[in-house]
């Protein structure tokens, strides 16, 4: 590898380098926006957030700048070291950060304090692209998804303990970027359809079914297992069509049956029925296994009773497992539970965004937040302020900025010529994508209230910096890709 | 290192991933922003705190500019709950003179969310009204000690004194009707409710401003929206200036204490009222505040009625106040001439029919037969119209003709007077007649309503007015109490004459016998030494003792004033009408009673007449 003369900064990818200002001012002005005090504010100031905003936004330029200046190579070489460093301070945070709101993952630094998490996703991030980029690794292999796990599950499990579990999940982001690195689609679709049972099961948990004694939530996830089962026997045993005929009307006739029996006759909870209907066809499935010795077989069993022991579990899961404010937001999201905190939070949110109209309130004229009927208004829930005084044309324009940026990414990342170069291309825009789908997702109402912050907007130092790192690492290894 | 192309395609996933979620997001919001304002509107009812700014209501005075009615500033004392605590309620109840059952009933009240949608912990909240200024500094001294507990500053409507009470009429809060009619008024505003408060309602309470105040999550005030931008100050309502001369009031209400009755009196240059005092009246101060609803209700409920403003309320026969309209009618369609002279044989004899007068000489023209009030006179020019079949085709055309001479001297209609309430009164027409006897009547049926009897009734207000367009000689003006409006001119509804049907030539004749009589007539007692006096008597016949009744006018040329004074069953004319109407003729004429008639004054202000139990 010869040295080029040339600058990497004058090889940047000049688009993803406009997008960056573009939201970095963006975001600004939305702090600005979401400033409390009315009437004059000095923007300026450094005893104002906006002026300390303004300080965080000239640093990562800075530091954006440094990291161009930083030979690409040492970002591979170092990607292990960085890791492991990264993992030791997650360890001693929650032993010297101060408690915030019942979470300790923030480390005093003088006047300002530091989240150590932010930054553990860009090293987990280079640590996941040197695995990756070993010669010969393939996803495919139980033992190289095991290693891949791991790491990207030590700084999870540090940074629950930290009590923030918004950031620990941003870590589910990165099975986008195992999905392009050849994860098996199912162990995706495996996920999905674990979010579907949960959904539709608590969120219907309550809805009595017409003309039995059960609820819809149970009742309509078992249908919905059948249905998969049946779909996924017709995708991978094409050549065997009979089974799927088989099992497809033999659950109608269960359903009809039961219903009408229960309608009729003796109302009783038609879940049992079903459940039957799913033990016989996972009987079914296991028995086919038996006599034909296909993996297919054994797999869509393995899915079928997962399915149903995760549909039983996740009601155990709510109740027991997850904390109360957690299930207080998922069940206020799914709409089975009034909440008064956490769903007027997101109430005021989206009247917040909701009085926007077409081309907003004007900057500096929210009252929403002006007056702190928004939470976090300026970190968390920043997007209120871009709807509320931007409008829908500002939202739209914000959010048409985000996908650019990441579609832009995505198509860097294709170009990239090295594996590491492309895995971290992946992860560095499904991190964003995830924050993005996460944080507009909550303040709109569709998404529980997971505390992360909105990429660029959100006020805070950290937040910014473990962007700007994931996103000019990734510009310096695009650079540095150009000269070859 | 070679390229993984196995699994390229898969980018083509994330992407549409990508894509798709945002696509989401961008109709999630279209749908917040766009497709309903609900958002707005709750955004706003967060976030503006509307504070309405209370006009002071216009003051009232009198022709002289004496303040009649003002504002006097009364207290309101909220509470704000979150901060109301740990304070000694015993201390406090007795502070405010409530008992700890009304204190904590009225907490109660004040957090029932169904009566207080708006219910806020940490915003003030109404917790006493109306509290009187004298009352309130006593709490003043302590309400600081009590946490949470403030005061804010409302105005109360204040009288002078006793007096012009059905007049001035009176404020209380808006009913329902109220405001389903105006929107102008929410509940807990006050509108006035009887008397030119009422009438004038709308200029006298001015435009109410607003202030769009920013509240915090927390209810706390953030200063202006839009630093005021779109804020309105109030605008103050306007004063009145009455035509009523105060101590001309004050007089005619000493005079008819005791009796039942009314005194109005008009400048028959202008139309305006100078005094109106019905009989029995009532404090206007007792019904402001607190016990106003109280004070209605006891006055409602009294027999006597002194919520009946009786000047234009009381429906009254004229009787031989009546008389004059009669001659001027009589001269005018040509029935009789000045010097057309009727017997009268101690009344009037026709047919059978027997209409008794007292004893005078006879026969005689009009000008002494108005002198002496003669009945027969009147009932012979009656006759004489009625049955001129030359002029008239039929009996009901010469009644038609009859009734609308009076509708123009002001009679059968509403005058149009500025104050709630008016009654028209009663002028008999053709029709009526027609259907009282069936069509088979003539003028010696209805003789009576020649000397204001029978069918005929008519307010003193009526009465009155009939006076002034005799004082001046054919015409009057809408009679009005309000002179002007804060430097406006009035209505001109109030500053136009209406002329009579009768040619002003007629009116010297009238004059004449008014004139006369007051000489050498019915009413010798109502002359003013200095002044040329006019007048006439009546004594109307009802089924009880007669009223006693008397208008007249003064000085005889430029007229001043025009007074009509009605006392239920008084008697005779003289003896209540002529001696009443003297002294407010007097009064007004000279600013003062002469020392004779104060003691007259006194003497007939402490004369009661017995009306018994009866409700009237």
Same mark, same amino acid.
């Given at each position: 590898m010869r040295e080029n003369s040339i600058n990497p900064i004058f090889r940047i990818d000049i688009w993803v380098l406009l997008l960056y200002f573009v939201l970095l001012f963006c975001g600004w002005v939305s702090v600005c926006g979401a400033s409390h005090d009315i009437g004059d504010v000095d923007f300026l100031s450094w005893q104002s957030r906006t002026g300390k905003q303004l300080v965080w936004i000239a640093c990562s330029i800075g530091l954006g700048a440094v990291i161009m200046m930083i030979e690409d190579r040492y970002y591979e070489i170092l990607a292990d070291l960085f890791y492991w460093v990264m993992v030791v301070i997650l360890f001693i945070t929650p032993f010297i950060a101060n408690d915030v709101k019942g979470s300790r993952s923030w480390i005093p630094l003088g006047p300002v304090s530091l989240q150590p998490a932010e930054f553990a996703k860009c090293a987990t991030a280079l640590a996941l692209a040197k695995l990756i980029n070993q010669? @010969?690794?393939?996803?495919?292999k139980r033992q190289n998804l095991i290693r891949a796990a791991i790491i990207v599950l030590i700084p999870l499990v540090l940074i629950i303990m930290q009590k923030e579990t918004g950031s620990a999940l941003v870590y589910c982001s990165f099975s986008l970027m195992f999905y392009r690195e050849g994860m098996p689609g199912c162990i995706l679709f495996c996920a999905v359809a674990a979010v579907v049972y949960f959904v539709v099961g608590i969120g219907y948990s309550l809805t009595p079914l017409p003309g039995t004694t059960g609820d819809v939530g149970e009742f309509a996830v078992l249908n919905i297992i059948w249905i998969f089962v049946v779909a996924m026997v017709r995708i991978y045993l094409p050549r065997q069509p009979e089974h799927v005929r088989r099992l497809t009307v033999l659950g109608i006739a269960v359903n009809v049956l039961a219903w009408s029996v229960s309608a009729i006759f003796v109302p009783f909870d038609l879940s049992w029925a079903i459940l039957g209907l799913n033990a016989f066809i996972a009987a079914y499935l296991g028995w086919m296994w038996a006599g034909q010795r296909l993996s297919q077989w054994f797999l869509i069993f393995i899915f079928s009773i997962g399915s149903i022991g995760f549909l039983y579990l996740s009601d155990f899961t709510l109740n027991s497992l997850l904390k109360d404010y957690q299930r207080t937001r998922i069940c206020v999201l799914l709409g089975i539970e009034e909440d008064r905190d956490a769903a007027y939070n997101v109430n005021q949110s989206k009247i917040a965004i909701g009085s926007g109209g077409l081309m907003g309130k004007g900057f500096m004229n929210g009252t929403q937040t002006k007056l702190d009927y928004v939470p976090e208004q300026d970190t968390d829930f920043i997007f209120c302020t871009v709807g509320e005084e931007e409008g829908f044309v500002g939202a739209t324009f914000v959010l048409l900025l985000f996908l650019a940026l990441i579609l832009r990414l995505l198509y860097l990342a294709e170009q990239q010529v090295t594996v590491f170069g492309r895995v971290f291309g992946y992860c560095v825009l499904s991190i964003l994508l995830f924050h993005v789908f996460i944080n507009i997702g909550m303040v709109t109402g569709l998404a529980p209230v997971i505390g992360i912050p909105l990429p660029?907007?959100?006020? @805070? @130092?950290s937040s910014l910096w473990g962007f700007t790192f994931l996103l000019f690492i990734f510009l310096r290894i695009d650079a540095g890709r150009k000269r070859r | 290192m070679p390229k993984d192309y196995s699994f390229e395609k898969r980018k083509y996933i994330i992407g549409g991933v990508a894509i798709a979620i945002i696509a989401l997001y961008i109709v999630r919001i279209f749908t917040l922003q766009l497709l309903s304002d609900d958002y707005r509107q709750r955004a706003d009812s967060n976030a503006f705190r509307k504070e309405v700014l209370f006009p002071a209501r216009g003051q009232i005075s009198d022709r002289n500019g004496f303040l009649m009615v003002y504002n006097e500033p009364s207290y309101n004392i909220t509470v704000v709950m979150q901060d109301q605590h740990g304070i000694d309620t015993l201390d406090f109840c007795r502070t405010v003179g409530i008992t700890r059952e009304e204190y904590i009933a009225r907490m109660a009240d004040i957090k029932d969310s169904k009566k207080h949608? *708006?219910?806020?912990? *940490?915003t003030p909240q109404l917790?006493?009204?109306?509290?009187?200024a004298e009352e309130f500094s006593k709490i003043r001294e302590k309400l600081f000690r009590f946490n949470g507990f403030s005061a804010e500053k409302r105005t109360v409507r204040c009288y002078a004194g006793p007096w012009a009470a059905h007049v001035l009429g009176d404020v209380g809060e808006v009913g329902q009707a109220d405001i389903d009619s105006d929107s102008y008024y929410k509940s807990g505003d006050f509108i006035g409710k009887l008397g030119i408060e009422r009438s004038y309602e709308k200029v006298l309470r001015g435009e109410k401003g607003k202030r769009i105040m920013l509240r915090d999550v927390h209810g706390r005030t953030k200063g202006h929206y839009q630093d005021g931008k779109y804020d309105v100050a109030p605008i103050a309502g306007r004063n009145l200036t009455l035509g009523i001369d105060i101590e001309l009031q004050k007089l005619a209400e000493r005079l008819l204490e005791g009796k039942l009755g009314a005194i109005v009196a008009i400048e028959p240059s202008s139309g305006e009222i100078l005094c109106m005092a019905s009989s029995p009246t009532y404090d206007p101060r007792k019904m402001v505040g607190r016990d106003r609803g109280k004070h209605h209700f006891e006055l409602a409920a009294d027999p006597m009625r002194p919520l009946l403003n009786r000047a234009i309320m009381g429906c009254y026969p004229p009787g031989s106040t009546f008389k004059p309209s009669q001659g001027l009618i009589g001269l005018q369609e040509g029935a009789i001439q000045p010097n057309t002279a009727f017997p009268c044989a101690h009344g009037f004899n026709y047919k059978g029919l027997h209409l008794g007068c007292h004893g005078h000489a006879s026969p005689m023209p009009i000008i002494p037969a108005l002198g002496t009030s003669c009945n027969a006179f009147f009932c012979w020019n009656l006759m004489r119209m009625f049955g001129n079949r030359s002029k008239y085709s039929t009996t009901q055309e010469a009644m038609t003709r009859w009734k609308d001479h009076l509708v123009s001297m002001?009679?059968?209609?509403?005058?149009?007077?500025?104050?709630?309430?008016?009654k028209r009164g009663m002028i008999p027409n053709a029709d009526y007649y027609d259907k009282a006897y069936k069509g088979s009547w003539n003028a010696l049926t209805v003789i009576s309503i020649s000397i204001g009897q029978g069918e005929v009734t008519a307010t003193p207000l009526q009465i009155a007015n009939l006076c002034a367009t005799i004082a001046n000689r054919g015409y009057y003006y809408i009679?009005?109490?309000?002179?002007?409006i804060q430097g406006e001119h009035i209505d001109t509804t109030y500053t136009r004459r209406h002329y009579t049907m009768v040619d002003q030539k007629w009116y010297s004749y009238i004059v004449a016998g008014m004139r006369k009589a007051v000489v050498s007539g019915t009413c010798v007692g109502a002359n003013i030494p200095g002044y040329e006096v006019c007048g006439k008597t009546g004594t109307a016949q009802n089924r009880g003792a007669d009223h006693s009744a008397f208008m007249g006018f003064a000085p005889m040329e430029k007229p001043r004033i025009a007074v009509a004074v009605y006392v239920e069953n008084g008697g005779f004319g003289a003896h209540f009408g002529v001696p009443l109407g003297s002294l407010i003729m007097e009064q007004y004429l000279n600013g003062k009673l002469s020392a004779a008639s104060e003691r007259k004054a006194e003497e007939f202000q402490n004369k009661r007449i017995n009306y018994g139990t009866r409700a009237r």
């Open positions: 010669y @010969g690794f393939t996803l495919n660029f907007f959100s006020y @805070g @130092g | 949608p *708006n219910y806020s912990r *940490n917790f006493m009204s109306q509290i009187p002001g009679f059968g209609y509403k005058l149009g007077i500025d104050l709630p309430g008016e009679p009005h109490v309000v002179r002007s």
